[in-house]
């Protein structure tokens, strides 16, 4: 499968604990994303890397999140000192820019977090 | 930034009859459309996308529409079959500056057989 993978896929923590996701984007692709989806809902942006850069992030990132994509690769996405209110699917896209603009993101399966 | 409205939250149609999900946008820089399908406990999956530069766009049984002026636009489904029941969302981009998708809040459709 060459699409975007993620894992772990499934991630149970007790609250104030740290976790650390992984994501490896379609190899060609320099831009990556990290959204957050709660049920019911559509995926809220988080961050947005064009190769090692980390580009935008919103302000729903708070001071615990950290994301980081130091080859311009895999990225990473870790969470200090875990809430309740984290609890989510965390999806990671990519995609690569055209000449027309922006192309097509493609998602991973996501990681389902729960904090007990 | 980009405020994406979403219509209706929930849709059941019978099979072979057509849905057709609306959403509207708040910047007018938002130049990209796409529409993703999600089925329970998958990724979203691109199942069209429409630029600011085109009215419409078909692909078989599925089909966008754009209206720039009004600031909407809708996703079309004809001849639903049982399969296509999952959640859809659309979502907007801006081409420049802001790089990141922002999504509606879903239509969960369901395709009576």
């Known amino acids: 499968d060459t699409g975007v993978s993620q894992d772990p896929r499934h991630k149970i923590t007790k609250r104030g604990q740290n976790v650390t996701f992984r994501c490896d984007p379609i190899?060609?692709?320099?831009?990556l994303y990290w959204y957050r989806q709660t049920l019911g809902q559509g995926p809220e942006f988080l961050t947005y890397?064009?190769?090692?850069?980390?580009?935008?992030k919103s302000r729903l990132l708070s001071d615990r999140f950290s994301a980081e994509r130091p080859k311009g690769s895999f990225s990473t996405l870790e969470i200090q000192r875990t809430e309740q209110g984290d609890s989510a699917m965390y999806l990671c896209a990519s995609s690569i820019p055209t000449g027309s603009g922006n192309s097509p993101l493609h998602f991973g399966n996501g990681t389902r977090l729960t904090v007990t | 930034g980009e405020n994406v409205e979403q219509h209706p939250s929930t849709l059941s149609v019978q099979e072979g009859d057509s849905a057709v999900i609306k959403c509207t946008y708040s910047?007018?820089?938002?130049?990209?459309f796409p529409w993703y399908k999600q089925e329970l406990g998958k990724r979203p999956q691109l199942i069209i996308d429409?630029?600011?530069?085109?009215g419409e766009k078909k692909d078989q049984r599925i089909a966008v529409t754009l209206n720039k002026t009004a600031k909407h636009f809708s996703l079309h489904i004809t001849e639903t079959q049982p399969e296509d029941s999952a959640v859809y969302f659309c979502?907007?981009?801006?081409?420049?500056?802001?790089?990141?998708?922002?999504f509606g809040t879903g239509t969960r459709l369901t395709v009576i057989p």
């Open positions: 429409i630029r600011s530069n085109v």
């Open positions: 979502a907007a981009l801006r081409r420049t500056g802001a790089n990141n998708l922002f």
């Open positions: 190899s060609e692709h320099n831009r």
């Open positions: 890397f064009q190769n090692e850069a980390q580009l935008e």
């Open positions: 910047d007018s820089a938002s130049n990209y």
